[in-house]
Structures are given as C-alpha cells and as structure tokens.
C-alpha cells in the first residue's frame, strides 16, 4: 500500500465521519419531535423497550448517543435504571441500521434496477448530493435544508466509504495484508482490535464501515475474521457511555456499565458457541470471504439474537450492575434537575426542560394560593415557607434559563427555537409570581402585626377580587401544564374583568377614605394588595399567550392581544361580559 493510497485511505475516512456526523444531526433535528413523541412512551414493559431503543438509534445513527441519554435521564431522576436496560439492548439493534445503509456502496458500478447503464449507483449518489445542496442553501423553508443536509450527509458518507474502498484495492493481492487479516481469526486479537479501533474512534458505525470498505475490495474478511471484529466492536461502543458517566451518580454509572456487560457477555456467550459449533461440526462457510452486505448480516444476527437471549434477565443485569456499583450511606438524596449529556440532542433537553418547568409552576402556583390565605388567616410558619419556596423558585429559574441558553446555541428547529424562547419568558413569569406572594405575605405580616382588618364592605369585595385571581391562576397554570389552547384563549377576557376590578376597588377605597369608613394605613395595604394581585394576573396572561403563539406562530405578545381582541371580538367580548357578570361586586 503506497504512500498515497494511506492518504486516501484517511481522507475517505474523515469524508465518511463528517458525512456520519452531518447525517447524524439532521435526522436528529428532522426528527426531534418525534424522538421526544417516543421517549414520552417509555414503559416497563421491555419489549417496548427494546423497540424505542431501535427506533430512536436509527433515528440519531448512534447507540452510543442513545446509551448517553439514557445516562442523561437516570442521572437527572427521570427514568430509573430498571427502565433503561431493554432501551440499551434495542440500541444495539438500531445501530445495525448504519452498516445497512453503508452496505448500499455495494452497489457502486452495478445497474439500478437495470433501467440505465448510466444510472449506477455513484450517479444516484451524486444526483442526491446536487438535490440536497441546492435544499440546503437555496431554500428559505427550515424543514427542506435539513432534508437538504440529510441528503448531503447520506452522499457524503457513501463518497467516503468508496473512497476507502478504492484506496484498499491494492491491498487484494497483498500477502502480508492477508497475513494480518488471518491473525484476527484468532477471537481475542480480533476482539481487541474491533473494541480499540471503535474506542478511538468513539463510533462502532465508523468502524464497521472500515471493515465493511476493506471486505469489499480485499476479499480478505471472512466470518471467522468478522465475528470477533465485530463483537469487539460492539464492546469499544460502550467506552462513549463510560466516559459520559463520569461525574454522574451511582445509578447513571450503572446504565454504562449495564450497556458494557451486555456487549461482553453477548462476546463471550456467542464466540464460544460459534467455536464449539465449527469445532464440532465442519462448517466451510465461515472460511468463505465476506461483503459489507454479509457484514451488515452478521452484525444484525448477533444484536438481535443477543437481546433476545438477554432480555428475559433485565433483572439479573441490574442487580449484577448494582453489585459492580455499590450504594453508599454518604450518597446524595437529591438529584441534579437537570443534565448537560442531553444537550447533544435538544429536543429531549427541551422536553427536560419543560418537565422541569412544569415543577416549577406547580410550586409557584401552591405558593401564590398559600400567600392568599394568609390575607385572612396568617400563620408564621406557612409564611416562612412561603419565603423558602420563592428562593427555591429562583434557583429553578436559574437553573432552567442557564440550561435553556445552552440548549438555544445549538442547531435547533424552527418549532424548537419557538419552544425555547417560550419556555423562557414563561420561566421569568413564574418567578416573578413567586415574587408576587411573598409581597402578598408581607402584606399579611403587616395587617396581623398591627392587627388591623379591612371593613366589612372591603373583606366583600376582596373576596370577589380574590375568587377571580384563583380562577385565572388555576386557568392559566393548567393550561400550561395540559398545554391546552383552548383553555389558554379564555384567560385574556378574565384578565380583562381583573383589571376592571382593580379600578373600580381604587375608586371605592378613595369614597370610604372621604366617608371616614377606612384609613389611609389600611389603604396603602390594599393597594399592595390590589398591585400585586393585578400584577399576577398580568403574569397568568402572558403565560397563556405565549402557549398560544407556539401553536399559532403569532407574533409578539402585545400585538397578539391586540389581534386576538379585534379579530375574535365578539367570541372575546362574550367571554369578558360572562366573567363580568360572575365576578360583580356587591352594591
């Protein structure tokens, strides 16, 4: 092998990683709802299991991105590891999709379907490169460039793996080549190989589509070459994983090394039974050479065949990983909320985002409903916990807007980069809420250290007031969680009859204070009160609208309200004029 041809050898290569990689991330894109759609029926059961593992490795053309998710869930307390094992052994079925597609170089010279002769396969590959480079930079349409870019990616990595394929002809007639091909029948050289040339390149599809190029043109791969190979391949995909969990805790640690006992065990299982066979029984096939098809073949049989035989024991390996990582007294009880691993897929990251955001509402939603009762019924310790949970409200804040700003740098979706701007604009309104009821306890604090009361009148009207606050927190906050539209439109008109509320309690306030019926220290109390429920209602709204404007595209919030007042006038002025009549002050 000449100097020359070593040098094609490695520009194939980075051509067919840079087409994995390009691949990769636009069918992660292309697909990020629906992965989030299948990580949303992750069950106990493990058959589904193992066919959303599948699914979601073909989707991002890696087992080893799968297995880091899975690391990223477990980590974060979302799934436990009982729910992850039959995941990991469906991955290693849906990464066999990767050396099917790269067996399709196999074609190269060849008629497709004997239309034309000048239809083989590289003009089918170069028709598709042209189509999706013209998608990718000259259209506007978000959807076509990545179907552009997965088009180029897919090209790319066929380009690649004929450029290796060419550059490893002249090793067919090579006899010291043959001599180092042989050496690899021996099942611990070629294990080792296979899991060291795959840990290198921290990609078992890389690696396969090397031997799947030199076996297309060196004639020199048989199955008792290819096997051990292989399965050392499948062992060096679980270094990514290794090192993902690095800084975890004990139960991420153990979806790692759940993913490596499977593959070692599978390797050992299964080459013993392979030796024994043809030890036994004379087999003069497994001596015959081998194509990137009968790799995929072989490749596909052993993934699908050992998680059949491993997935009866889910509980044996959880148990065994558990034995490996030992629980201690000096563990952490609370969990990270959230984990960077998921980044390298953001539409999982978001949907962990809003998982979280969804805790974070529902404490914020407890904690205004506490501030209120304390108006009429203070109590010191639900007061102090009032203050607990606005700090720990801040900290979520924080937290998810650092998370969601990581999450905004990547390559995202139009409907993603909608989901994230929204997510943080209702983060703010969250906390700004749980600012809302800590001035309302303060208020509280007040009214009970000076133990003074509104009058009778006052007490009738707040309560009025109150009740309308209740039911757009609870309107709005449900919404949000349900992500229900519907019920979203019918928090602007009840936002509406807030505000006519607030004015018509200033303007009475300002005749008891003439009549001598209130004092102005009371007063400035329910102004605070008044302000800050008003205020609230105007964060329930701005909740309400930004779930509308990620399913209707709309513009910003202002305008929105604008547009949603004069288009749908009368629908908005029936809703208004019933919340109205519901919420009349008494005379």
Request: with cysteine; proline share 2%; hydrophobic share 40%.
């Given at each position: 092998m000449s100097f020359q041809d070593v040098l094609s050898m490695i520009a194939g290569l980075c051509v067919f990683m840079f087409g994995m990689h390009t691949l990769s991330s636009a069918l992660e894109k292309f697909a990020g709802s629906r992965i989030e759609t299948l990580l949303n029926k992750m069950t106990s059961n493990p058959v589904k299991g193992v066919a959303l593992g599948a699914a979601v490795t073909a989707l991002l053309q890696s087992s080893a991105a799968t297995t880091v998710m899975m690391v990223g869930f477990v980590n974060s307390g979302l799934l436990k590891l009982s729910q992850v094992i039959s995941v990991i052994m469906g991955a290693n079925i849906g990464t066999t999709a990767t050396a099917w597609l790269v067996s399709l170089s196999s074609l190269a010279g060849s008629d497709v379907s004997g239309i034309m002769s000048v239809l083989n396969f590289n003009t089918v590959v170069t028709i598709i490169a042209v189509v999706g480079i013209v998608f990718a930079m000259f259209t506007k349409s978000d959807k076509k460039k990545t179907v552009g870019y997965i088009m180029v990616g897919f090209s790319l990595l066929m380009i690649g793996m004929n450029m290796m394929s060419g550059a490893s002809e002249t090793l067919k007639d090579n006899p010291d080549f043959t001599k180092f091909m042989a050496m690899f029948s021996n099942p611990v050289l070629g294990v080792v190989a296979g899991a060291l040339l795959t840990a290198v390149l921290q990609s078992s599809s890389v690696s396969i589509g090397i031997l799947q190029s030199i076996s297309n043109q060196t004639g020199t791969v048989t199955y008792k070459i290819a096997l051990p190979i292989l399965l050392g391949q499948n062992i060096g995909s679980c270094v990514t994983a290794l090192i993902s969990s690095v800084g975890a805790n004990k139960a991420a640690k153990r979806v790692a090394i759940v993913h490596l006992y499977f593959n070692l065990i599978g390797t050992v299982v299964f080459l013993s039974l392979f030796y024994l066979v043809i030890a036994l029984i004379d087999i003069p096939i497994v001596n015959e050479n081998l194509n990137a098809v009968g790799i995929a073949i072989v490749h596909s049989c052993f993934n699908v065949l050992a998680t059949a035989l491993f997935l009866p024991f889910t509980k044996q390996l959880e148990k065994l990983a558990c034995l490996t990582i030992r629980d201690s007294k000096d563990d952490e009880a609370k969990m990270p909320i959230l984990d960077k691993r998921l980044l390298n897929t953001p539409?999982?990251?978001?949907?962990?985002?809003?998982?979280?955001?969804?805790?974070?509402?529902?404490?914020?939603?407890?904690?205004?409903?506490?501030?209120?009762?304390?108006?009429?019924?203070?109590?010191?310790?639900?007061?102090?916990?009032?203050?607990?949970?606005?700090?720990?409200?801040?900290?979520?804040?924080?937290?998810?807007?650092?998370?969601?700003?990581?999450?905004?740098?990547?390559?995202?979706?139009?409907?993603?980069?909608?989901?994230?701007?929204?997510?943080?604009?209702?983060?703010?309104?969250?906390?700004?809420?749980?600012?809302?009821?800590?001035?309302?306890?303060?208020?509280?604090?007040?009214?009970?250290?000076?133990?003074?009361?509104?009058?009778?009148?006052?007490?009738?009207?707040?309560?009025?007031?109150?009740?309308?606050?209740?039911?757009?927190?609870?309107?709005?906050?449900?919404?949000?969680?349900?992500?229900?539209?519907?019920?979203?439109?019918?928090?602007?008109?009840?936002?509406?009859?807030?505000?006519?509320?607030?004015?018509?309690?200033?303007?009475?306030?300002?005749?008891?204070?003439?009549?001598?019926?209130?004092?102005?220290?009371?007063?400035?109390?329910?102004?605070?009160?008044?302000?800050?429920?008003?205020?609230?209602?105007?964060?329930?709204?701005?909740?309400?609208?930004?779930?509308?404007?990620?399913?209707?595209?709309?513009?910003?919030?202002?305008?929105?309200?604008?547009?949603?007042?004069?288009?749908?006038?009368?629908?908005?002025?029936?809703?208004?004029?019933?919340?109205?009549?519901?919420?009349?002050?008494?005379?």
């Open positions: 539409a999982v990251a978001i949907e962990q985002c809003k998982n979280v955001a969804y805790k974070m509402a529902d404490l914020t939603h407890k904690t205004l409903l506490m501030s209120i009762d304390l108006v009429n019924n203070y109590d010191p310790k639900i007061a102090a916990e009032i203050v607990e949970n606005e700090n720990t409200i801040d900290i979520y804040e924080d937290k998810i807007g650092s998370y969601i700003l990581q999450v905004a740098s990547k390559d995202l979706s139009v409907s993603d980069s909608q989901a994230v701007s929204s997510l943080l604009h209702t983060i703010g309104d969250l906390e700004r809420i749980s600012d809302h009821a800590v001035n309302i306890t303060e208020a509280a604090e007040e009214m009970h250290d000076k133990k003074i009361k509104f009058s009778p009148a006052a007490e009738k009207e707040m309560a009025v007031m109150t009740a309308a606050l209740r039911e757009i927190l609870d309107m709005s906050f449900s919404a949000f969680l349900t992500n229900d539209v519907a019920l979203a439109k019918e928090v602007e008109p009840l936002e509406d009859v807030i505000d006519g509320i607030r004015t018509e309690l200033k303007n009475r306030h300002v005749e008891r204070l003439r009549n001598g019926i209130c004092t102005i220290e009371l007063g400035f109390i329910l102004q605070d009160l008044l302000t800050n429920y008003e205020r609230v209602s105007d964060h329930c709204s701005n909740i309400a609208v930004c779930l509308i404007q990620i399913k209707e595209n709309s513009l910003d919030t202002h305008e929105y309200i604008n547009e949603l007042k004069k288009l749908e006038k009368s629908e908005f002025m029936d809703e208004f004029n019933d919340y109205r009549s519901k919420y009349l002050l008494p005379d």
